[in-house]
């Protein structure tokens, strides 16, 4: 952390943590240096920035983008959230043209554009042109802003319920669970936020350790942009399960890998939390037809993980999976077939002796034969203080919450509706080690639209996830979103003047 000296002639100064600044108070009439150091405040974030992908490169694709941003103690009364097409602007003002040769549309216009926190908003678009799309929201928006894009696409690869979380830029990734598969078409998409280009490499790493790619360096993103990068032009070798590494040389970016399969559907596969030498994977829906656990270890060292389910009944060990061995840069798979067996369930891995940092994620298949969708759901943080998860309407919404460690209680909130109604509130109490899937509550009287905030009230680290259903054509089609802190709220540390440092 930078050290900052204080002016006198200032009387008092900013102090800026991540996002959120809090003002430093004049010290008290008592002698300079006296008192005993104060503990950090939680102010709210005054700046956010949310990426979206590109939602689909299906010419049937209907995509919905939801925002909303839980309302928090603490915010000015200012403040905007916009979402607009990720694209370099020419000097009239506009965006270039899209895939198809379509017209120029107007750069000033957003997506979305909420009109106060606690009430979500909507936007739409169809069809393969749809780009990528940069948020930013500030003021009373910023804390917790969160934005759901999910796509629904009637047939062809990847055809199904396809949703994703859009994600904060950063210049580090992890994908387990990415696939250069003869029926996979993956791609991991690229977006960058800022004014310059940003220099990205990509690494894959299949079952016997990485792989070379005489392409896989130095991709450049324009800025304002956003590229998608079909895996299979990475390399020749036809692997099931790969590990996928994004690595920012200079600026940011959002990455996403967007997982197309032939038979079984696709969805979004999130970034992996970073890697732990114990990892929590929730939500696995109670009627998934096979799940499969990809695992990959970045360190020098194998891992060995203990594999157990949390179940409503507490941690149990799948028969045949009760360890998995990983060894040091090598993607590794278990099938761990229909574990939930009729019940709400999450995977906790742990380790077996010594701890070495792990990413993971699971692949999880619904329905038999030729009505088969896939959602991926990789491993993240607990809730913390607070986490949401928008774009929950007339598809069916079930909300997994996980203890691991210890008992805990939550309170799950649902806003009102984007076409009106009041929001509603219920506590739950999670029993240790096991996973419920709660019967979340709705808006009163609401229509539209509406967002789930959880958050914790007491007990250990809580884990969550929101699964989307919704079948078509006898398809059961689904997405899971992992629901980690929302980082609303900064720990900022209150500082005094010290007229001491004048007689040093």
Known sequence: MKRTTLSLIAGTAALAAVTAFAALDAPAASSAGAGAAKAAAELPVERTSLLCPAPSVSDIADTSYTSFTPVTKGTTGAGKAELRAAAEQSADGTTGK???GKSKTKADEPVVSPKAPGTPVTGDTSGA????LVGTADGKFAPGWTVQETTEVAAGTGRGLLGVNCTAPDTEFWFPGAATSADRTDYVHLTNPDDSAAVVDIELYGKNGAIKSPVGDGFTIPPHAGKPVLLSTLTDERQTDLTVHVSVRSGRVGATVQALDDKVGGDWLAAADDP???????GIPKDATDVRLIAFTPGDADAD???????????ITPAGNETLHVKSGMTTAADLGAVTRGEAGSLVLTPTDRSVPVVAALRVVRGKGAKQETAFIPATAPVGTRATAADNSGRSTTLSLTAPTAAATVKVT?????????PVTKTYTIKSGTTQDIAAPAPSSGKGTYALTVETVSGGPVYAARTLSATEAGVPGFTIQTLPSDR???AVPEADQDLAVLQK
């Not at 042109?129 to 990528?132: F, K, M, S, Y």
């Not at 732990?276 to 929730?282: E, H, I, K, N, R």
């Open 488 to 490: 609303g709220l900064v």
């Open 276 to 282: 732990a030498g114990s990892l929590v994977l929730p």
């Open 414 to 422: 649902a806003s009102a509706g984007s076409e009106g109604g009041a």
């Open 129 to 132: 042109d749809a780009p990528a």
């Open 98 to 100: 899209g895939k198809s």
């Open 305 to 315: 993980l203990k594999v157990r389910l949390a179940s409503p009944d507490g941690l």
